[in-house]
């Protein structure tokens, strides 16, 4: 509830303003019976005049447009305030979101965090809105309209009395029986979602597999579920409307019988009063109906309450969810990467906390500041997680990973970041051009930084090649350009950052063997001074690095020069006697 608050708060006027009004709009709905009972009495009783009946128009007509006033007033700040009340609430989530680690990520899936950020939020901000228009008004209508009809005939409203729990009761059971169903049909919202998202991010795969059909298939088996849901949930509403009518005509039949009773013999049944007439008893069936409709409302808010419910508990997933990677306790803020020395001190890692095998056993390493490293193995040997235990996109179950000879808790998670700078394998660009791609590794870069950037990535000839040069726009994530050049561009934007430890996750694996040892050249000569990780598949990336890791099955089995390694690693030598008949077969 505080939580929610902070999001009221700075728009406390328009969740004050918003109510008031609609006030106005109440007063007048109660209003305006009674004038119809003043002119029916008249027309009945004969005393009716020309000058009655237009000052009766003119009371209608004025309390009209005080009524319009106050309904629009009340709908522009209740919308104001909902309005305001989810973008602050969307802004926050998704700041929050921002600081989850990818472990946090995995756990919500990210189409569920799509639909939550949009659709869960949106569900909050209609109940919001509705709330601030409904909240004063239907109680408001509620109890003008039992006063009113107190006052008419205290005798007819026993009816009511009769009814209206009736009706209730009823209304709570339609109610208690939707809202398991409307829950239901969120969790199929999000299946829905999470295969939209799916198939048209990858698009570009599913075509070339041939496979829309599947897909499709797949696809209309989320549609058929949340047909269901949608179906089960409308069974059980479409009960509400025809029953409050039923319930509204079974009153206004009642009061009709009894009214007319009471008219016809000119008293009421409780001897209090003998001016019911016909015009008092019209007025009278007016206020059952806007009772009832104030009751019909308050159940539909009820109603929707449960929607948004389910909506606030998945929002409040999202904001409750612990980030697992946060700075570290004893983090020094003013401590930054300053050489590019690494180490991994007995690093087990696992992904699932109870699973046996672990990733990653026991790891020992030790990487020299401004040496170049190459990493070695077959797929799924643990390669990639652990390089990322060092800018800690993960952090380690056992052993400490330090840089500098300091554990890299020991730093800001921002400073240990700026100094390490990743090419992740499934690395991606953003849809802008290709100069806002780079800068997004460093804003605040020259052109001329940028220019040596892409030149070392070898990116610089075939962006200048491009009509537009580095204005070129790119497409989502990148696909307009072609597999190795959107890889060269990443490097170059990794590059930009000037980071102390560079690690390359596979980063030339499209790019040709000639580009990719200029890459390697410029890297030896334009950044002696940082720590570069190379991962590859092929044995001639690593060749000439200072040090080679071969890893096999999360542990590392050799460790050396690529002549120490060919003298001494079998692995290293199956693995370049692979490539070596590779290259003979072709
Ligand atoms: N996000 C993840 N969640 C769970 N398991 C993962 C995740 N990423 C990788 N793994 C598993 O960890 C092992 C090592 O993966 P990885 O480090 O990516 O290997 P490599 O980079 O050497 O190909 C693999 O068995 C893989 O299935
Ligand atoms: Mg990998």
Not at 206 to 232: C, H, I
Not at 581 to 586: E, I, L, R, V, W
Request: proline letters at 2%; glycine letters at 8%; charged letters at 20%.
């Amino acid at each position: 509830m505080k939580r929610w608050m902070k999001y009221v708060k700075p728009y406390m006027l328009y969740f004050i303003l918003g109510p008031l009004c609609m006030i106005i709009e109440v007063v007048g709905e109660v209003l305006m019976p009674m004038y119809l009972a003043e002119v029916i009495n008249g027309a009945v009783k004969g005393t009716l005049t020309n000058e009655g009946s237009l000052w009766v128009m003119v009371k209608m007509i004025g309390t009209a447009l005080i009524m319009m006033i106050g309904g629009v007033g009340g709908s522009y700040f209740g919308a104001k305030a909902s309005v305001n009340f989810a973008a602050d609430l969307r802004a926050d989530l998704f700041k929050k979101v921002q600081g989850y680690s990818f472990a946090n990520i995995d756990k919500f899936s990210t189409a569920s965090l799509i639909t939550r950020l949009t659709n869960d939020v949106t569900q909050v901000q209609m109940f919001v809105n509705m709330m601030l228009r409904m909240m004063l008004r239907s109680p408001g209508m509620l109890i003008g309209g039992v006063i009113m009809a107190i006052k008419l005939s205290p005798s007819l409203s026993v009816i009511m009395a009769v009814t209206i729990p009736l009706l209730l009761i009823s209304m709570a059971f339609i109610i208690v029986r939707g809202m398991p169903r409307f829950s239901k049909m969120q969790t199929k919202i999000d299946a829905l979602n999470s295969t939209v998202q799916e198939n048209i991010t990858n698009v570009r795969v599913v075509k070339s597999f041939v496979r829309e059909d599947f897909e499709t298939e797949k696809f209309e088996g989320s549609n058929k579920n949340l047909k269901g849901a949608g179906m089960s949930a409308m069974k059980n509403m479409i009960f509400m409307q025809p029953v409050q009518s039923f319930f509204m005509y079974i009153t206004t039949g009642l009061v009709i019988w009894f009214g007319s009773i009471l008219v016809i013999n000119n008293f009421d049944s409780f001897g209090v009063n003998s001016s019911f007439g016909v015009g008092e008893l019209s007025s009278f069936i007016n206020y059952v109906s806007q009772i009832l409709m104030s009751l019909m409302m308050v159940t539909f808010l009820l109603m929707f309450s449960s929607r948004a419910l389910a909506s606030v508990k998945r929002i409040n997933e999202v904001l409750d969810e612990k980030i697992d990677i946060v700075d570290g306790e004893h983090a020094d803020d003013s401590m930054t990467v300053e050489k590019g020395e690494i180490e991994f001190r007995n690093v087990t890692y696992r992904y699932y906390k109870n699973s046996e095998e672990p990733v990653l056993a026991n790891i020992d390493l030790k990487i020299a500041a401004g040496s170049t490293v190459g990493i070695i193995g077959s797929t799924g040997c643990g390669k990639t997680t652990l390089v990322s235990l060092i800018p800690r996109l993960y952090d380690t179950d056992e052993g400490e990973v330090l840089v500098d000879g300091r554990n890299v808790k020991d730093y800001t998670l921002y400073n240990l970041r700026e100094g390490v700078g990743m090419v992740l394998q499934k690395n991606v660009l953003f849809s802008g051009t290709i100069e806002e791609n780079l800068r997004w590794g460093n804003e605040n870069a020259t052109d001329e930084e940028m220019f040596a950037a892409a030149e070392s990535a070898q990116a610089d000839k075939f962006v200048k090649n491009f009509t537009l040069g580095y204005q070129t726009e790119l497409g989502q994530g990148g696909v307009n350009v072609s597999g190795g050049q959107k890889q060269r561009l990443c490097i170059a934007r990794a590059l930009l950052k000037e980071p102390k430890i560079i690690i390359l996750d596979d980063s030339t694996s499209a790019v040709d063997t000639a580009t990719e040892a200029q890459i390697r050249r410029a890297f030896r000569e334009e950044l002696a001074a940082s720590t570069k990780i190379i991962i590859a598949q092929r044995i001639s990336s690593v060749k000439d690095a200072d040090m080679i890791v071969v890893m096999d099955d999360g542990k590392i089995t050799g460790v050396g020069t690529h002549a120490e390694l060919m003298e001494n690693n079998v692995e290293y030598q199956e693995i370049f006697n692979s490539q070596i008949s590779g290259k003979d077969g072709n």
